[in-house]
């Protein structure tokens, strides 16, 4: 049983995040190294490794989410939510028939909060559960993961699945599955919440190809 594992955690890793990891490696790769798994959230990632021979198969963050509540947690495991907000909650307990859900909502900036990272992995502590979702952002939520492995008093498995449970309640919507497939979903995300990911998909997002040819380069 997880729940009885000494806390570890997995990271989900797109563009976004290695364009930060490039600018910030001090802060990112610490956090990334301590992670007992890392997969990979992008098909724009899956296709350059594809582009340069290497292996790499995409498992976005929300599909891993959605995999574990429909097939594997059951109604009366013990699972820790971080992030989100009490109406997605409910929803998810209502569309899963969850008994045991543990949340809490940390505040805003907690990158710039060392304090409020350790509180919430404090809740993290004093609610052992099976699985802990931890859905406040990149660093953010890594941050946390790796305050849980620090303290050495956790349990269970730690996912960094950022705004998975915006989608698993459906308050956000998914892309359809053609534009998924044509790997294009960041676009019906960027037509969705344009104010919100412009500058994330047309200004920070198109660095990757700029890292992947430095990459390329060096790798010869």
């Not at 021979?53 to 574990?68: C, N, R, W, Y």
Request: hydrophobic share 40%; glycine share 6%.
């Amino acid at each position: 049983m997880t729940g009885a594992h000494s806390f570890r955690f997995i990271v989900t890793p797109n563009v976004d995040h290695l364009v930060r990891v490039a600018k910030e490696p001090e802060v990112f790769n610490p956090l990334y190294e301590a992670s007992w798994l890392s997969v990979c959230d992008s098909r724009i990632l899956e296709m350059l490794a594809k582009f340069s021979g290497v292996p790499l198969k995409a498992v976005p963050g929300s599909d891993l989410t959605q995999q574990l509540f429909d097939n594997v947690i059951k109604a009366e495991d013990s699972i820790t939510v971080i992030g989100a907000d009490s109406e997605i909650i409910e929803t998810v307990k209502r569309i899963y028939g969850l008994h045991k859900v543990n949340h809490y909502e940390p505040p805003f900036g907690l990158r710039h909060k060392p304090d409020e990272v350790a509180k919430t992995a404090d809740f993290i502590a004093a609610n052992p559960a099976r699985y802990v979702f931890i859905c406040v952002g990149s660093p953010q939520q890594e941050m946390i993961a790796k305050a849980c492995l620090d303290r050495g008093d956790c349990v269970g498995l730690g996912l960094c699945v950022g705004a998975s449970l915006d989608f698993l309640s459906g308050r956000t919507k998914r892309a359809p599955k053609w534009m998924q497939k044509i790997r294009m979903e960041w676009l019906f995300r960027l037509g969705s919440e344009p104010k919100r990911l412009w500058k994330r998909y047309l200004i920070e997002g198109p660095k990757i190809f700029w890292l992947w040819a430095k990459w390329s380069m060096k790798r010869g």
